[in-house]
């Protein structure tokens, strides 16, 4: 364990040196406010201290030892969303993102939780990044739902008296029949017409296991646009819910794997359909940064990373689309549109299917609430922000949502069908894919 860090006040610093928050970026935030509007926390708790200029002057306090690790350190850094939309209103381009998850990293390290949170953490680490796990787990939950237990739980409140956690996951979901079985993808898919690139593909955790369609889209899209797509069967989770939640050395040792995959597929571009993985995996080399044998590969890796419609706009696709005739909205996710500054592309995309129309969604770029595992570990605070990202939904007319992230999709969709409201959700992908077989292609 790497030791705790004097400060120049001659105290000890609440941090330890491994990782820890850096301190220039810390200095970085010059506390003019311009972040405190578009924060969906500040928006919701209004306390100071849960918006980004609060957070980050505790992390300062933190590091220069004037407090220490205490719960109420702990509740104010897990309450922010990591949604970084305090990133694009900066003017001074703190990076809050990295110094949000180099203070997770160190309470994860130094931080006693409470047993039930210590539990439930190990519990989704040891089961949503390993897609295997997860489709057992499934299976095991469907079989279940014949018994009519679950229903029974649901119904008598009993679920959520258990574990508001657990209750929340059944919420989440999809019902029976929603989700078709994921079919094993080829590990090579050839390009139709003369190749223009050699890609590789990232199928994800959750993703695999409950959006197989969005997989299979994004390689028939691909492949009609003239990628040959390579899907190595070895790859595993790219390490982004370990990140984002402070779990360091796991999302490390998940990234190391990742690289070495993709570059033994010998691929001219990453593809990644789920913002927020593709989030994590451009900043490869900062979650790297202390590792001298690894940083240079990751920062190679990092540059070929691409979100599917930044690529496939970029590739300047044909025109032969087929009528989709539907009215659609489009959700920012955070990782996307904050995490990588991926705003038009998608909307590009759409906006080049004949037959849909393309209705704009106020507050598009506000937390769904989904956030990693965010709706998980909180819950009720979750559901505040769904609720105000319903309303706006609600207000489009749109016949479908649609968002570059799996994690968004099921948490829109659930509050969807608990409004019963009759919109469906899905990935842009989806909708190019469905625009190609519409011109018989
Ligand atoms: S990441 Fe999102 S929730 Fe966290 S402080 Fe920034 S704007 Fe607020
Ligand atoms: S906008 Fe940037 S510099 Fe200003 S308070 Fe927020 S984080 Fe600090």
Request: charged share 25%; with cysteine; net charge positive.
């Amino acid at each position: 364990m790497a030791t705790a860090a004097a400060t120049p006040t001659g105290r000890t610093s609440a941090f330890d040196r491994h990782d820890a928050p850096e301190v220039e970026k810390v200095l970085d935030c010059i506390h003019c406010g311009f972040c405190l509007p578009t924060c969906p926390t500040y928006l919701v708790l209004g306390n100071e201290m849960d918006n980004p200029r609060g957070r980050i002057y505790l992390i300062r306090l933190a590091s220069e030892g004037q407090i220490g690790l205490t719960p109420n350190f702990v509740k104010h850094m897990y309450s922010c969303l990591l949604c970084r939309a305090c990133e694009t209103a900066c003017p001074s381009s703190v990076q809050f993102g990295s110094l949000m998850e180099a203070a997770r990293g160190q309470v994860e390290r130094h931080y006693a939780r409470p047993l039930a949170e210590r539990w439930l953490r190990r519990f989704i680490f040891s089961l949503f990044p390993y897609p295997e796990r997860t489709r057992r787990a499934l299976a095991l939950v469907r079989l279940s739902q014949w018994t009519g237990v679950p229903a029974l739980l649901r119904g008598t409140g009993l679920l959520k008296a258990l574990s508001r956690s657990l209750a929340m996951m059944d919420a989440l979901l999809p019902p029976p029949g929603a989700v078709p079985a994921a079919r094993p993808l080829p590990e090579v898919t050839p390009a139709q017409g003369p190749r223009r690139a050699r890609v590789g593909l990232l199928t994800g955790c959750v993703q695999r296991v409950l959006f197989g369609a969005v997989n299979e889209a994004t390689v028939r899209v691909l492949a009609r646009s003239g990628c040959e797509v390579v899907v190595p069967p070895e790859q595993g989770c790219c390490g982004s819910l370990q990140a984002h939640e402070g779990e360091l050395e796991p999302a490390k040792a998940f990234a190391r794997r990742t690289i070495e995959v993709f570059e033994r597929a010998g691929v001219d571009a990453v593809i990644v359909n789920a913002a927020g993985c593709g989030s994590v995996m451009k900043e490869y080399h900062d979650l790297l940064r202390e590792d001298a044998a690894w940083r240079d590969r990751a920062a190679a890796f990092s540059k070929k990373v691409r979100d599917v419609s930044q690529f496939l706009v970029g590739l300047d696709g044909d025109a032969r689309l087929g009528d989709v005739r539907l009215t659609v909205t489009y959700h920012d996710a955070c990782h996307l549109v904050h995490g990588q500054k991926v705003r038009t592309e998608p909307r590009a995309l759409l906006k080049r299917i004949p037959g849909l129309r393309l209705v704009d969604l106020k507050e598009s770029e506000f937390c769904c609430g989904s956030a990693g595992i965010y709706n998980l570990v909180e819950p009720e605070l979750s559901l505040r922000y769904l609720d105000r990202k319903l309303d706006r939904i609600a207000e489009t007319g749109a016949e479908m949502v649609v968002s570059g992230n799996p994690g968004c999709n099921l948490q829109i969709a659930m509050g969807l069908r608990q409004r019963r409201l009759p919109i469906r959700t899905g990935h842009p992908v989806e909708l190019l894919d469905l625009a190609y077989r519409a011109a018989g292609r």
